[in-house]
């Protein structure tokens, strides 16, 4: 450092290295440059093709099974951000090495800025719900990354001087890039929002029900229960979609192929303008632990797969149904449960009395009651294939889950809480579904004694069951167990085993202590 002979202020001297905090600020402001500039173009070939979105998709699916397991048991439902959080402190993890590594030139930062954007490329060419132009939005990250990079590290230089006007201009530079970067990511933002699914949802309007669902029975749930239609708002949600997929009705159509007769082609009007059915449907993800909330009940609106299949003409040794959503996602249902009239799957466009919500499926998804979610229940579909299990598998298979997901019976206590304290004199109540079989009995145990509890009215074999029962506990601990038998005489099994493959078993069990 040498003196400025005017002012005997230090200067750097000339071939100074950048400090460490202006360096790592080289590699910040390009990074956002590029995840901007990309973001910007990704709103007009597709939000998928953003890079930060992309690379996180590809984590996701590159993601080994017991990885994800643990994420989904950890954190729940809010895995996605988790994923989010853990690849941008990867991300952030590359820019601190750029900047210090280039302290001195500015190659070795763009090596870095440069594979950073050869792995958001690498992503976009991954995804199947996005078309050639896709490539576009992480090849314009890629330039403004590597050459933003080179740009900004000379700025850096010319700006080094150890003085107060030097980092004035730094400054003035650095706000620049950064005012520029935040408007080319919200015009990215707003292209991306120019579909505008909530008018397209006003415009459906009233779905005109032929055969609506029965009224649900007064006696149908119980007090200290969860209520026996889910709200939408509280509709569990899991799937793999890391953004929430923009559809409009009037742009939706469902191609349906493979081996058939004949293939079709769908629009919204050609399902909304059939006779529309209402039936009440209980659902489970297959990663919902024993006594897990991923789990609910609503009415949906649509009209029966069996039709949409039966006019396309399936082949006798078609033996699968794949449904593919908008952005990717798989799942393969078995033809003969989709087929099976009892079972009444449905194409649905309505749920509780309104189109489908954004977040589940609008504007047409798959429920296929008696099968978990990750084998039937495709949302923002746009695509049956009839084909085979031996040809083809759904998103889930290759990473460790069964082919065939039919649900478990299961029971589930929702009062008391683990570990509550309780009146010696109380009434334990929940919950119990086994979904196209039925529940026959409810017991619970207390202590290892069971008792029978009392069921509310079914209203539909494809629903859950409320149970409850009136209980008389000594003072002190206690352990509370549940265990549902089903409509074919199978009680639920004492052994515990974790979702993956198939689906958790074992008996809900709560502590209380009674005073």
């Not at 594979?115 to 958001?120: H, I, P, T, W």
């Not at 798989?330 to 003969?336: E, H, K, L, Q």
């Not at 119990?432 to 074999?461: C, M, N």
Request: net charge neutral; aromatic share 6%; proline share 7%.
């Amino acid at each position: 450092m040498q003196l400025d002979t005017r002012t005997s202020t230090p200067v750097a001297e000339p071939g100074a290295p950048l400090g460490r905090g202006r360096a790592i600020a080289v590699a910040l402001l390009a990074l956002l440059a590029a995840l901007a500039a990309g973001h910007l173009v990704a709103g007009f070939v597709g939000p998928p093709a953003s890079p930060y979105v992309a690379v996180g998709n590809w984590v996701r699916d590159l993601s080994p099974h017991p990885v994800v397991e643990w994420a989904k048991r950890t954190f729940g439902t809010a895995d996605k951000t988790v994923l989010f959080i853990g690849v941008a402190v990867v991300i952030l993890g590359c820019v601190v090495v750029a900047g210090l590594v280039s302290r001195r030139k500015a190659w070795p930062g763009q090596a870095i800025a440069g594979a950073l954007g050869v792995v958001g490329i690498a992503a976009v060419l991954t995804r199947s719900d996005l078309g050639q132009l896709g490539i576009l939005a992480p090849a314009v990250s890629f330039l403004v990354g590597v050459f933003g990079f080179g740009w900004l590290h000379r700025k850096a230089l010319a700006t080094n001087t150890g003085t107060s006007q030097g980092r004035r201009q730094f400054i003035r530079v650095s706000t620049g890039v950064l005012v520029g970067a935040g408007v080319l990511g919200l015009a990215g933002e707003l292209v991306a929002s120019r579909v505008d699914v909530e008018k397209s949802r006003r415009q459906v309007g009233r779905l005109r029900v032929a055969e609506p669902a029965p009224p649900i029975p007064k006696d149908a749930d119980f007090p200290g229960t969860t209520s026996f239609i889910t709200d939408n708002a509280d509709f569990y949600r899991i799937d793999t979609a890391l953004t929430v997929p923009r559809m409009t009705a009037e742009g939706w159509h469902l191609r349906v192929h493979g081996m058939v007769d004949r293939e079709l082609e769908l629009g919204y009007d050609d399902i909304r303008d059939r006779k529309l059915i209402e039936r009440p449907i209980t659902m489970a993800c297959v990663s919902n632990d024993v006594g897990g909330p991923l789990v609910s009940t609503a009415n949906f609106i649509g009209i029966p797969l069996r039709d949409v299949l039966d006019e396309a003409g399936v082949h006798r040794d078609a033996d699968q149904l794949l449904s593919t959503s908008v952005d990717g996602f798989t799942a393969g249902s078995p033809v003969d449960t989709v087929l099976d009239p009892e079972r009444g799957a449905l194409l649905a466009i309505g749920m509780n009395g309104e189109p489908l919500p954004q977040e589940h499926g609008f504007p047409a998804r798959l429920v296929v009651p008696g099968l978990y979610g990750y084998v039937s229940a495709t949302k923002w579909l746009i695509e049956l294939e009839l084909t085979t299990f031996a040809a083809q598998q759904g998103y889930w298979i290759p990473r460790g889950w069964s082919a065939r997901g039919p649900i478990k019976t299961e029971s589930r206590i929702d009062n008391p809480r683990d570990g509550a304290t309780v009146a010696t004199r109380l009434t334990v109540a929940g919950v119990a579904w086994a979904p196209s079989v039925g529940i026959d009995k409810v017991e619970v145990g207390v202590d290892d004694r069971w008792h029978v509890a009392e069921l509310g009215t079914e209203v539909d074999v494809n629903t859950w069951r409320m149970w409850r029962v009136d209980l008389d506990l000594a003072p002190g601990a206690h352990k509370i167990a549940v265990r549902a038998t089903d409509r074919k005489g199978e009680t639920q099994t004492p052994a515990y085993a974790p979702p993956a493959p198939n689906g958790a078993t074992g008996w809900h069990t709560v502590s209380v202590t009674a005073k």
